[in-house]
């Protein structure tokens, strides 16, 4: 109980602290039972019966599409069918909203009564494990299994060489351009749509803008956004393509992307808000506000795409137009790196063995079921993690959006503190769009920031360790 009470303890701390900033800032079968539990204390106590039904509590984002406009229909599918196979488990089902769900699951945490399972993405997940309050799932792997899925996937599933989360969905970010405008306007030539890789040029891009400008003046050519922190992954991945740079480096221990290219770049993105080849007051819009632009037709390019943004959005467009997925130009014309979205499911040790097992073997139907596993997919308008599983659907963007992850480099989620690295990301983008600082002035400011914070994570975690 040492243990816990010294993870909850720094959770605890942790809480104190974020609220603090806060304040300041105004704004897996169940083979798997004996694993490696991290040197916690002895639970067999707690599975003395082991033919009593075994209960685990799943909390659940919208990951998967509502079915028949009812979200947690698709879910409550999932479990009957589960129960089918295993009704020796017994799942209790609680949907979270990605408003405020986040803070939910940080007072469960902290007042030690957090789910058993949760489907949710690396930036909390590989977090909770730096704090120790995972159970490890290497055991649910095989060799074969690991080669099956990527590198930088794998990167974002661990924490201290020990797999954390189960990865399952994922699709990379990207752009978007309405392809309709550009058959109107009599410019597709200009758009990369005829090489199968769509890679293309800063030239290019800017091309594509002008004739945009000139020709459709009813449409703004692209869009930006600096308001909140939602979407800053289309942010930072325009600009660090632009800038032929990456975000963090390689081994996410500092930041990267202050380099004189992306300097140029966020400084060209200031003036083509002048030049109306970016929407104006870039700094005061959200991420939603310029993708109600795009869905309405009145913006030619999103920064801010991917597959399953793509499927999501198409009940929301209020214009006709058709939406192709492209990758971010580079200024060289070499391949782009792009942040993948990652989905997948995590367990909380709870102190009690049994319930660990019967996760595993519940997280373990959710993404193999012979049936249920590609529904579930597909569910989720993702693509499989897995590179052997492909051609999940009929469309053509889907198809593309597959040949993409070989574009997908590390996102910063694998950073320690990512999350106050991500504050300090946006107030610098406002610095410049608003011209109190030039592109590099600003980027150089948020480094700094940033390598602080990331340099003092990483101090708590080891020490918490």
Excluded at 184 to 194: C, F, R, V, W
Aim: hydrophobic share 40%; with cysteine; charged share 25%.
């Amino acid at each position: 109980m040492i243990a816990v009470k010294k993870r909850i303890t720094g959770f605890v701390s942790l809480l104190l602290m974020v609220s603090m900033i806060a304040a300041c800032s105004s704004n897996q079968e169940s083979g798997g039972a004996n694993e490696n539990s991290g040197g916690k204390e002895d639970t067999s106590s707690k599975q003395e019966d082991t033919s009593k039904p075994v209960e685990i509590t799943w909390w659940n984002f919208p990951t998967y599409q509502a079915l028949d406009g009812e979200v947690g229909k698709y879910e409550k599918q999932l479990i009957e069918a589960f129960n089918q196979k295993h009704p020796d488990i017994k799942v209790n089902l609680e949907m979270i909203t990605f408003d405020g769900g986040p803070q939910k699951l940080n007072v469960a945490i902290a007042t030690n009564s957090a789910p058993d399972v949760i489907y949710d993405a690396p930036g909390r997940i590989i977090d909770w494990a730096k704090k120790d309050l995972l159970a490890p799932l290497d055991d649910m792997f095989t060799d074969e299994d690991k080669n099956d899925i990527a590198p930088a996937f794998w990167k974002q599933s661990m924490a201290n060489e020990k797999i954390y989360m189960y990865p399952i969905n994922t699709a990379p970010f990207m752009m978007a351009v309405n392809k309709t405008v550009f058959e109107k306007i009599g410019a597709l030539d200009l758009l990369p749509l005829d090489k199968p890789d769509r890679t293309w040029t800063f030239d290019e891009y800017k091309k594509a803008l002008e004739a945009v400008k000139e020709k459709a003046p009813d449409v703004i050519p692209s869009g930006f956004y600096a308001k909140s922190q939602a979407g800053d992954q289309g942010t930072r991945a325009y600009l660090a393509n632009l800038g032929v740079s990456r975000f963090l480096n390689e081994e996410g221990t500092s930041v990267a992307i202050n380099t004189k290219e992306t300097g140029a770049a966020l400084d060209w993105l200031v003036q083509a808000q002048k030049d109306g080849l970016v929407v104006s007051g870039s700094a005061s819009l959200a991420a939603a506000d310029v993708n109600d632009l795009f869905l309405q037709g009145k913006l030619a390019f999103s920064i801010n795409y991917s597959a399953v943004l793509r499927a999501q959005n198409a009940p929301l467009k209020q214009a006709e137009f058709e939406d192709v997925l492209l990758p971010y130009p580079t200024l060289d014309g070499s391949e782009p790196k792009l942040e993948p979205y990652l989905g997948g499911m995590a367990i909380f040790n709870n102190d009690d063995e049994a319930k660990i097992a019967a996760s595993k073997t519940f997280i373990d139907f959710v993404a193999n079921d012979p049936e249920w596993g590609k529904k579930s997919l597909i569910q989720t308008g993702g693509l499989s993690v897995r590179n052997s599983v492909t051609g999940l659907y009929d469309d053509p963007e889907y198809t593309y959006s597959e040949l993409a992850r070989k574009f997908v480099t590390d996102p910063p989620t694998i950073a320690d503190g990512y999350a106050e690295v991500r504050t300090f990301w946006f107030p610098e983008l406002q610095r410049a769009l608003l011209g109190s600082a030039t592109g590099e002035e600003a980027l150089n400011a948020f480094a700094t920031k940033a390598n602080d914070a990331i340099a003092k994570a990483k101090t708590a975690n080891t020490a918490a360790k």
